[in-house]
T-cell receptor
Framework: AQKVTQAQTEISVVEKEDVTLDCVYETRDTTYYLFWYKQPPSGELVFLIRRNSFDEQNEISGRYSWNFQKSTSSFNFTITASQVVDSAVYFC????????????FGSGTQLTVLP | DAGITQSPRHKVTETGTPVTLRCHQTENHRYMYWYRQDPGHGLRLIHYSYGVKDTDKGEVSDGYSVSRSKTEDFLLTLESATSSQTSVYFCAISASGTGLNTEAFFGQGTRLTVV
């Protein structure tokens, strides 16, 4: 069985602060994929990043960065210099290799960035 | 944006009535999924399809059935709607292969209310 835990239900920060969203996962598979999705107030789900289990290199994309650590089964997401437009629900998800690519989602973290 | 269309976008129905939600894709992707989103649970998989007429159950399949008679269409049917099926339903698609284009892309969601 697979499980994704996002322990932070809600986070509130003031604009320009940095914020880290935590994601901890459980899986018995040796090969798997981790994802982050953003759900803005409009409701759609926007793909942000995919990470393979065999690639622990951290990634940076503009103000976004991701820290993948297999030793602690974590895939954390940091937003640097947050902006009001970053306000959304963020979901971490896990997919095992060989499956029909279905995703196991965490319960999501509601991020509110205050002006 | 991935070509995924869900219909209807909003529906109110009475307890005990059958309801069918439609997902239509123009990407010719092999895999299609139905998820439901509920507060505190993130997204949970209802059913998925790995080809025409090939479907399987997900985590929360009770009370739901699906059909896929064409690559582009994936239907979700609530046989006899109950109030516990009030939710936001998302369709997703995913391509075959191992490249970066194998992320799941989501439709805009259908808000279903069972009264």
């Amino acid at each position: 069985a697979q499980k994704v835990t996002q322990a932070q239900t809600e986070i509130s920060v003031v604009e320009k602060e940095d914020v880290t969203l935590d994601c901890v996962y459980e899986t018995r598979d040796t090969t798997y994929y981790l994802f982050w999705y953003k759900q803005p107030p409009s409701g759609e789900l926007v793909f942000l990043i995919r990470r393979n289990s065999f690639d622990e290199q951290n990634e940076i994309s503009g103000r976004y960065s991701w820290n993948f650590q297999k030793s602690t089964s974590s895939f954390n997401f940091t937003i640097t210099a947050s902006q009001v437009v970053d306000s959304a629900v963020y979901f971490c998800a896990l997919r095992a290799q060989g499956s029909a690519r279905q995703l196991t989602f965490g319960s999501g973290t509601q991020l509110t960035v205050l002006p | 944006d991935a070509g995924i269309t869900q219909s209807p976008r909003h529906k109110v129905t009475e307890t005990g009535t059958p309801v069918t939600l439609r997902c239509h894709q123009t990407e010719n992707h092999r895999y299609m999924y139905w998820y439901r989103q509920d507060p505190g649970h993130g997204l949970r998989l209802i059913h998925y399809s790995y080809g025409v007429k090939d479907t399987d159950k997900g985590e929360v399949s009770d009370g739901y059935s699906v059909s896929r008679s064409k690559t582009e269409d994936f239907l979700l049917t609530l046989e006899s709607a109950t109030s516990s099926q009030t939710s936001v339903y998302f369709c997703a698609i995913s391509a075959s292969g191992t490249g970066l284009n194998t992320e799941a892309f989501f439709g805009q969601g259908t808000r279903l209310t069972v009264v």
